[in-house]
């Protein structure tokens, strides 16, 4: 697993070039701008949108979605890591996908140096925000899929929904009453929906 170093801001590794100049970004150049904006690569395309401010029902949700599953990692003993706050990941390189992801688990022990982490998490889970459009998302989805994510739940907490996709094409919705799991990748884990909307 590859260190990133968190470059000084003031140091913009493309000097004065505009994000819509049409070259491809590195993770790295990405970094280097600050992080003043929400800001990904994807493709080696530069997305950046204003600081978002989460609502209280998007970060309840997401507090839930780590709570339940570092408990599971807890008690199972699990060697990997649950990460929450948009964890930054490198899907792929040149050209370079590095994004947010709002909660994690990654399977394997991550340095505790680590900004960047190289590689997809095991599970991604993306909750709705106000600020997502229908295309990002099933595009996100996919990028994590693509670089080999075992499962992606997207909750929206106002449907109290969970949708769940797996890299075989399939998926399933799921609501308060389901039981959410995350065999094989997750042993044992197992939560009511329900409990993700507390």
Do not use: C
């Not at 401010?53 to 339940?68: E, I």
């Not at 909660?103 to 599970?123: H, K, N, Q, S």
């Amino acid at each position: 697993m590859a260190v990133i170093t968190l470059p000084n801001p003031a140091e913009n590794a493309r000097g004065d070039r505009s994000p819509a100049d049409g070259q491809r970004w590195t993770a790295e150049e990405v970094i280097a701008l600050g992080l003043d904006k929400d800001r990904e690569v994807i493709r080696g395309e530069l997305r950046e949108r204003g600081m978002t401010m989460r609502n209280r029902r998007h970060s309840r949700t997401s507090t839930q979605a780590a709570f339940v599953l570092e408990a599971w990692r807890s008690r199972t003993h699990s060697v990997g890591e649950v990460l929450t706050g948009d964890a930054a990941f490198r899907l792929k390189r040149n050209p370079d996908t590095a994004v947010g992801v709002d909660v994690a688990y990654v399977d394997r022990p991550v340095p505790e140096d680590v900004f960047m982490i190289e590689g997809a998490p095991t599970l991604a889970v993306e909750i709705k925000s106000n600020s997502d459009t229908q295309a990002d998302i099933h595009d996100k989805i996919g990028l994590y899929l693509a670089a080999g994510t075992k499962a992606v739940w997207y909750v929206e907490p106002i449907r109290k929904k969970v949708f769940v996709y797996h890299p075989d094409g399939t998926d399933e919705v799921l609501s308060e009453s389901d039981t959410l799991t995350a065999e094989p990748h997750l042993p044992g884990f197992s939560v009511k929906v329900a409990e993700l909307f507390i």
